[in-house]
């Protein structure tokens, strides 16, 4: 049985609301809305809660699911995204300043983040204002357009232009901080061994 | 844009290292699937199982005990009449029931001093048990051994009635034998047997008549020995003088109890019942009042399971005192639910063109879209709270059975708390997921309440096991603003176990 044959085979299952059907489901998809969840929240606990309405959502609508229209994959992580925005929508905590006028070149900020590893960027990305994370998940990493972006948070073009460019310039500054200060490698890398 | 792939792929590409498997439990629950704890019925299956143990071990060895003693005796036939008899306001009488009068006229069960061939006679009736057999299958050769010469050192001159009162008949005797108050007349035994219909059931014109059918035919009894023997219909026990006459298993148990057990006792119990939640605000402004009456409804108590395990002092008074460690556990169902509308406004296509002289406008299309949205979440919320409890108790006779009332206070030294929760704050609510009391739930106040009234029945002289239904009041638990305590039902069982024997 192919992995396609099988998740449809279990969402059949779902459909008629059989736990052992949907845990396996979740079993299966967990560790990657995960990896997504830990980008869009705050802390573990809450990237848990997202991960978590998450399935939740899915598993009460799951006769909306259209497997014609994407991957069982690409529908629940759209799903959690968009749980991530509700969130922040609902506690209005975006923090958006307003349009700013800036280059949407990115290589400027990230390059300085080229030679860090992911777990080290997701400890970057944690520090950044919400509103900021969110528009350089879905920019960079889910490579939505502006236009896209716009739509989905309410807000204008330009806006998540400014958004991407502030998170761009506050991940360069942290990184060149920890590097002044001279404890980047034990704050932000992998601490290094001290030679005795 | 290398910097950018570069940072998707790894971003995409890490995993997390984390236990998903937790997220089952609450995933289950909120689908509508809950899960079933067996965790408590197991906790009640194993109380079950060692009160059971205890009995069965005490039975054993009572059946030892009885067979030893049965080595050691012999038998002599005796023979008997049978007198039919009819039955009115029955009552019940215990079975095996022995009574004796001595040459005072002082009528004693068998643990009794100074009634010393009496005493030897309640030997003998236990001595002629068949441990194999049930004690309804004691029969009237049990008394026989009253011929047994009485040591010199004890006194003779009594007279001996016993009452054995088997599945069919009551059977009472009479041993003349060394009866030298009132007569010198060298009889043997005489004895007389009635037959009653009803097991174990005797009234109380039965017994007079009984008693004055004895007395006519032994004429050198006076009457008014056997008179001292009376019934109380209200007590359901035979009396005399005044005393409650006690049964051979009581009178064992009694003897047993007051010569060798101690007065400490270790008791286990647990209970389980329901639980109602008192809230009370901390805050005076009415935007957070009115938020907190709507919150209400998001929260509902399930039940509070008990347990405790605690040392107790029982004086002979009935008065007693107990302390230990206790758990409890409330659970409550998160049930939150919201609905919201979300206006948005869509950039559309470029639908419209102005074209006014040589300036073209474009206009977007932009149209407000109204989203609803809508979350439950479901989610058992845990109360775990760590006291020790303090009580007086006081034990009193209840029919055939002991009641123990019992108030206290507990104080409650750990709480935990895990669990959804509904947070109000400034900017609207927010359901939040905690762990651990940090942030949440402080104890405000310490001390709880309790009251109970426990049932139990001496089924053996060790163990005690009682059936118990209690009140708990909960110490007080505060959130920023809200405190809230807890008042519970609740019901179960438990066992008391004396600790040792004294000297």
């Known amino acids: 049985m192919t992995n396609k044959t099988k998740i449809r085979q279990l969402i059949a299952s779902c459909k008629k609301q059989e736990w052992a059907a949907q845990k396996e489901l979740y079993l299966l998809f967990a560790d990657e809305m995960m990896s997504i969840a830990v980008r869009y929240s705050n802390d573990f606990n809450a990237a848990k809660d997202l991960v978590q309405d998450t399935f939740l959502t899915f598993f009460n609508k799951i006769d909306q ?38 280059s949407d070149q990115l290589s400027d900020g990230l390059s300085a983040l080229d030679h860090l590893e992911a777990e080290d960027i997701i400890k970057l990305l944690k520090k950044l204002p919400q509103g900021c994370r969110t528009i350089f998940n879905l920019k960079v990493v889910e490579g939505y357009s502006h236009k896209e972006i716009g739509q989905m948070l309410d807000i204008t073009p330009s806006a998540s232009r400014s958004q991407l460019t502030r998170a761009k310039q506050l991940l360069r500054s942290m990184i060149l901080d920890n590097e002044v200060n001279a404890s980047f490698e034990s704050q932000i890398l992998k601490p290094t061994k001290l030679s005795t | 844009m290398k910097s950018e792939k570069d940072i998707r792929d790894k971003l995409k ?28 019925m197991w906790l009640i299956l194993l109380a079950l199982s060692l009160i059971m143990g205890l009995l069965i071990w005490n039975a054993s060895q009572f059946s030892e005990d009885e067979y030893k003693w049965n080595q050691e005796t012999e038998e002599v036939e005796h023979p008997t009449q049978n007198t039919n008899k009819s039955l009115a306001n029955p009552i019940h009488l215990e079975k095996d029931t022995l009574i004796g009068v001595d040459a005072q006229n002082i009528t004693k069960t068998q643990d009794q001093t100074p009634s010393t061939q009496y005493t030897s006679e309640a030997e003998i009736r236990t001595d002629n048990l068949d441990p194999k057999q049930n004690s309804r299958s004691r029969d009237i050769t049990s008394f026989t051994r009253v011929n047994k010469p009485i040591p010199e050192s004890h006194p003779s001159n009594h007279k001996t009635i016993a009452v054995a009162n088997d599945t069919k008949q009551i059977n009472i005797f009479i041993d003349k034998s060394s009866h030298t108050l009132n007569t010198k007349e060298n009889k043997s035994h005489e004895s007389k047997t009635h037959k009653v219909n009803q097991k174990t059931a005797v009234g109380l014109q039965d017994v007079t008549s009984i008693f004055n059918d004895i007395s006519s035919e032994i004429a050198y009894l006076p009457t008014s020995e056997l008179n001292l023997l009376t019934i109380d219909t209200d007590r359901k026990h035979l009396e005399t003088m005044g005393s409650s006459m006690k049964t051979m298993e009581e009178s064992q148990m009694d003897k ?49 399971a008990h347990t405790d395990l605690c040392l107790a002092y029982q004086h002979s008074s009935g008065w007693s005192l107990e302390s230990g460690l206790a758990y409890q556990e409330i659970k409550e169902l998160f049930n939150y639910e919201e609905t919201w509308k979300d206006t948005a406004k869509s950039e559309g296509n470029i639908n419209y063109i102005i074209v006014d002289q040589t300036d073209t406008t474009f206009v977007m299309d932009s149209t407000m879209v109204i989203d609803t949205y809508q979350r439950k979440v479901r989610h058992n919320n845990k109360h775990k709270l760590y006291s020790i409890p303090f009580r007086l108790g006081y034990e009193f006779s209840f ?37 651990g009391a940090e942030n949440n739930f402080s104890l405000k106040d310490r001390i709880g309440l309790q009251a109970s009234l426990a049932l139990s029945y001496p089924l053996l002289n060790k163990h005690q096991w009682f059936a118990e239904a209690s009140y708990r009041r909960s110490a007080g638990m505060a959130q920023a603003l809200l405190n809230q305590r807890y008042h519970s039902f609740s019901a179960g069982v438990g066992v008391r176990i004396a600790l040792g024997q004294t000297l």
Not at chain 2, 14 to 39: C, T
């Open chain 2, 256 to 304: 047993q109890e007051d010569k060798a057990l101690s007065p400490w006792y270790l008791s286990l119990r647990s209970e389980l019942g329901f639980v109602q939640r008192q809230r009370t605000f901390l805050t005076d402004n009415p935007v957070y009042e009115d938020r907190l009456i709507q919150n209400e409804s998001t929260e509902r108590a399930l039940y509070a």
């Open chain 1, 65 to 102: 699911f259209d497997e014609s229209k994407g991957t069982l994959g690409a529908w629940l992580s759209r799903v959690l995204i968009n749980k991530s925005f509700v969130e922040y929508r609902k506690n209005k905590r975006i923090d958006y300043d307003g349009d700013m006028t800036a």
């Open chain 2, 399 to 435: 029919l055939r059975a002991k009641c123990r009332t019992s108030i206290g206070a507990n104080y409650t030294f750990a709480h935990n708390f895990e669990g959804k929760t509904n947070h109000i704050i400034e900017g609207g609510s927010n359901e939040v997921l905690i762990y």
């Open chain 2, 13 to 40: 590409n890490y995993s997390v290292d984390w236990d998903k498997e937790e997220l089952l439990d609450s995933l289950e629950s909120a689908l509508g699937h809950p899960k079933k704890d067996y965790r408590w």
